[in-house]
């Protein structure tokens, strides 16, 4: 079972507790098995043949480069603790259920007044400006009542939050110092899988600021992991613990590759999977909060999927790159500028897109009022599309189900979709089928068809009766069937095999 441990990587708690502690489900342990360790009078490889002067050389070279690294970036990474209010819910249900406030006064001299409790949680933070902006994660300084920055130097100063984006979890903070050394942005373009990083932060306690690890880039684009709503991370295996959240990634030139936040693992410590907020995002962000304290994003008004080998085939692709719109929303930018449902998004002004996820990022980057260059492919024909985007009210993105292995039976019963049971089923459709049954073991199982699914189109063709899916069905000249469905209120495409 996965756990995400969140920053401080979690919360830290410095007053004795880690609150990250309920995260761990489970302990993992490893032993090797038959493994050989040589005893001291057993000379190994390594002891009979010295190591060549040009490999020596390359790892003194390496050690430096490690060395020149930390010596520029550590001036600008500050430890945060942020002082936040925990609600006395032992004084509650004391209260409730054995007599009231009074109770609580008498014989626990518990002020009903003065049922908060205050925590202390440590996080890292970034220098970004010489003039005293920090940023760190949201979940770093959510509920804060004070904030205190101990900067490179020592000196500890308050901070204010000047605004906070939990979407991509940041948060841009402000100390009253000048002249302090913030860290150069990296490329995002540039950043590649495999490249050599390090992580700076405090983990797991005040005694270990500023420490320095070294990894890899495991992965770029990571998304869909649930850790934020709007999600592109870089993946590293440096190690990252409980305190670096909000710490920095940094390449071998020093400069920001992106901001830490979480980890992957089954017992709260590193495990080898890491993961940091791109700078593509961050300076999108924090450029919106230092501005005006608050992000704006842009919408389009499409509810998108990615497109499966199985919609690849069934809709004659030829990659299953991009993303494929389900549903365009009525008098939204996407429907005024001519998008229809089928059409794939393969770029956005200019950019290839690889998932829905892309897009999404892509498209809330823009300010609203600003025109996108959306190319699709529609009918197996690329075209391009202008869209003016508007402020957005945050873009929907398709629930998928997965594709049906090939089955003797469909596996379901359908009644016509009626008025009241489509405000029954919290659907705007007006006509479709709604699935009554779904057989266990059959091909609609296994395509994640459910109960209450209303399917308004086969094969692109619209379905306003049983009838007319039996009619389409028979009709139909391939074995795989395209299915537009809607599930409470959300639309999104399923294949299902006829076989």
């Given at each position: 079972?996965?756990?995400?441990?969140?920053?401080?990587?979690?919360?830290?708690?410095?007053?004795?507790?880690?609150?990250?502690?309920?995260?761990?489900?489970?302990?993992?342990?490893?032993?090797?098995?038959?493994?050989?360790?040589?005893?001291?009078?057993?000379?190994?490889?390594?002891t009979q043949k010295p190591?060549?002067?040009?490999?020596?050389?390359?790892?003194?070279?390496?050690?430096?480069?490690?060395?020149?690294?930390?010596?520029?970036?550590?001036?600008?990474?500050?430890?945060?603790?942020?002082?936040?209010?925990?609600?006395?819910?032992?004084?509650?249900?004391?209260?409730?259920?054995?007599?009231?406030?009074?109770?609580?006064?008498?014989?626990?001299?518990?002020?009903?007044?003065?049922?908060?409790?205050?925590?202390?949680?440590?996080?890292?933070?970034?220098?970004?400006?010489?003039?005293?902006?920090?940023?760190?994660?949201?979940?770093?300084?959510e509920n804060s009542t004070?904030?205190?920055?101990?900067?490179?130097?020592?000196?500890?100063?308050?901070?204010?939050?000047?605004?906070?984006?939990?979407?991509?979890?940041?948060?841009?903070?402000?100390?009253?110092?000048?002249?302090?050394?913030?860290?150069?942005?990296?490329?995002?373009?540039?950043?590649?899988?495999?490249?050599?990083?390090?992580?700076?932060?405090?983990?797991?306690?005040?005694?270990?600021?500023?420490?320095?690890?070294?990894?890899?880039?495991?992965?770029?684009?990571r998304n869909n992991v649930?850790?934020?709503?709007?999600?592109?991370?870089?993946?590293?295996?440096?190690?990252?613990?409980?305190?670096?959240?909000?710490?920095?990634?940094?390449?071998?030139?020093?400069?920001?590759?992106?901001?830490?936040?979480?980890?992957?693992?089954?017992?709260?410590?590193?495990?080898?999977?890491?993961?940091?907020?791109?700078?593509?995002?961050?300076?999108?962000?924090?450029?919106?909060?230092?501005?005006?304290?608050?992000?704006?994003?842009?919408?389009?008004?499409?509810?998108?999927?990615?497109?499966?080998?199985?919609?690849?085939?069934?809709?004659?692709?030829?990659?299953?790159?991009?993303?494929?719109?389900?549903?365009?929303?009525?008098?939204?930018?996407?429907?005024?500028?001519?998008?229809?449902?089928?059409?794939?998004?393969?770029?956005?002004?200019?950019?290839?897109?690889?998932?829905?996820?892309?897009?999404?990022?892509?498209?809330?980057?823009?300010?609203?009022?600003?025109?996108?260059?959306?190319?699709?492919?529609?009918?197996?024909?690329?075209?391009?599309?202008?869209?003016?985007?508007?402020?957005?009210?945050?873009?929907?993105?398709?629930?998928?189900?997965?594709?049906?292995?090939?089955?003797?039976?469909?596996?379901?019963?359908?009644?016509?979709?009626?008025?009241?049971?489509?405000?029954?089923?919290?659907?705007?459709?007006?006509?479709?089928?709604?699935?009554?049954?779904?057989?266990?073991?059959?091909?609609?199982?296994?395509?994640?068809?459910?109960?209450?699914?209303?399917?308004?189109?086969?094969?692109?063709?619209?379905?306003?009766?049983?009838?007319?899916?039996?009619?389409?069905?028979?009709?139909?000249?391939?074995?795989?069937?395209?299915?537009?469905?809607?599930?409470?209120?959300?639309?999104?495409?399923?294949?299902?095999?006829?076989?």
């Open positions: 079972m996965k756990s995400f441990v969140f920053g401080m990587l979690g919360a830290l708690a410095i007053a004795g507790i880690v609150a990250w502690g309920p995260l761990h489900t489970s302990k993992v342990s490893a032993k090797a098995e038959n493994s050989y360790i040589p005893s001291a009078s057993t000379p190994t490889e390594a190591l060549g002067s040009s490999s020596l050389n390359a790892a003194k070279q390496m050690s430096q480069a490690f060395i020149e690294v930390s010596k520029r970036v550590t001036p600008s990474i500050v430890m945060i603790v942020n002082q936040e209010k925990l609600q006395n819910t032992l004084g509650d249900q004391f209260s409730d259920q054995f007599g009231g406030d009074d109770f609580l006064r008498r014989f626990f001299d518990i002020n009903p007044q003065q049922r908060e409790q205050i925590q202390k949680t440590l996080g890292s933070g970034v220098i970004v400006s010489s003039d005293g902006y920090i940023v760190t994660n949201n979940h770093v300084v004070k904030l205190q920055v101990t900067l490179p130097d020592g000196r500890r100063v308050s901070g204010k939050i000047i605004g906070t984006d939990p979407k991509t979890d940041l948060a841009l903070v402000k100390v009253t110092v000048d002249r302090l050394t913030p860290l150069e942005f990296a490329d995002y373009s540039q950043i590649q899988v495999g490249e050599w990083v390090l992580a700076i932060g405090s983990p797991f306690g005040e005694a270990l600021h500023s420490t320095v690890t070294a990894g890899i880039i495991s992965a770029k684009g649930g850790i934020a709503d709007y999600e592109d991370f870089l993946q590293t295996d440096a190690a990252i613990n409980p305190g670096n959240s909000g710490g920095a990634l940094v390449d071998l030139d020093g400069k920001l590759m992106g901001i830490n936040t979480a980890i992957l693992s089954a017992t709260g410590s590193n495990a080898g999977i890491g993961f940091a907020i791109p700078v593509s995002i961050v300076q999108n962000v924090i450029n919106q909060l230092k501005a005006s304290g608050h992000v704006v994003r842009g919408y389009m008004g499409v509810i998108i999927q990615d497109v499966t080998p199985e919609l690849q085939a069934t809709l004659k692709l030829q990659s299953a790159e991009g993303a494929v719109i389900s549903t365009v929303e009525k008098d939204s930018p996407a429907q005024k500028a001519g998008l229809k449902p089928y059409d794939v998004i393969t770029s956005v002004d200019g950019r290839p897109v690889h998932s829905n996820a892309e897009v999404r990022n892509l498209i809330s980057s823009f300010k609203p009022g600003s025109k996108a260059k959306i190319g699709i492919i529609r009918d197996g024909k690329p075209m391009t599309m202008d869209v003016t985007l508007v402020q957005s009210k945050e873009e929907k993105t398709a629930g998928g189900a997965n594709p049906s292995e090939r089955q003797e039976k469909l596996g379901m019963e359908l009644q016509s979709l009626t008025p009241d049971l489509a405000r029954e089923l919290g659907t705007e459709q007006k006509q479709g089928v709604v699935i009554t049954r779904v057989a266990p073991g059959s091909a609609a199982e296994e395509a994640g068809l459910q109960k209450g699914d209303v399917i308004f189109e086969v094969n692109r063709q619209p379905v306003a009766s049983v009838t007319d899916f039996q009619n389409i069905v028979t009709r139909a000249k391939n074995t795989t069937l395209l299915l537009a469905l809607d599930r409470q209120g959300n639309s999104f495409f399923v294949t299902l095999d006829m076989q």
